[in-house]
T-cell receptor, first 109, second 114 residues
């Protein structure tokens, strides 16, 4: 079966760095996405990785290792507004997104 | 209007009612999706349309019936729902089905079945 695993909840301090991990087992791979979802709102796109390595976009970076079925999202200089759920999703061989249950990130002052 | 819009934002219906959810995208995209989001569960893909043709129906009960009259509009018709169908229903669109195109989501319809 297809499976995406990520931690249920994480807590971090304002100004710090946090890494959210995602491991996956899917039938085929056409890229991995990270989305941010604030409570009561729609998910919004953060990043896309299809090749191994690190993609940096401002305070957010995303890493992919296809051989290990592993990705992480790195958030630097955390701000209170970063409190949200972070969703990992893998595009399978049918170009459908398989989603993780999301990691709820709590930022404390 | 810009992006992806959904109406209504909230819906309460009895198990014998018939209602429809509407989604409209103003992005010129070719693919549209219906998702169900329940608390603490992964997003569940329900239906996928590409160029107005349904390309996926992920074992969704027949009490959910999608309709895509054109590439900008997507409907989800609901009838004789069950309480466990209460959830957030999200519509999304992407440039195309294949390739690494990000999906843009609407704000969702919060559905409560009583």
């Amino acid at each position: 079966g297809q499976n995406i695993d990520q931690p249920t909840e994480m807590t971090a301090t304002e100004g710090a760095i946090v890494q959210i991990n995602c491991t996956y087992q899917t039938s085929g791979f056409n890229g991995l996405f990270w989305y941010q979802q604030h409570a009561g709102e729609a998910p919004t796109f953060l990043s896309y990785n299809v090749l191994d390595g690190l993609e940096e976009k401002g305070r957010f970076s995303s890493f992919l290792s296809r051989s290990k079925g592993y990705s992480y999202l790195l958030l630097k200089e955390l701000q209170m507004k970063d409190s949200a759920s972070y969703l990992c999703a893998v595009m399978d061989s049918n170009y459908q997104l398989i989603w993780g249950a999301g990691t709820k990130l709590i930022i404390k002052p | 209007e810009t992006g992806v819009t959904q109406t209504p934002r909230h819906l309460v219906m009895g198990m014998t009612n018939k209602k429809s959810l509407k989604c409209e995208q103003h992005l010129g995209h070719n693919a549209m999706y219906w998702y169900k989001q329940s608390a603490k569960k992964p997003l569940e893909l329900m239906f996928v349309y590409s160029l107005e043709e349904r390309v996926e129906n992920n074992s969704v009960p027949s009490r959910f019936s999608p309709e895509c009259p054109n590439s900008s509009h997507l409907f989800l018709h609901l009838h004789t729902l069950q309480p466990e169908d209460s959830a957030l229903y999200l519509c999304a669109s992407s440039q195309d089905l294949a390739g690494g195109y990000e999906q843009y989501f609407g704000p969702g319809t919060r559905l409560t079945v009583t």
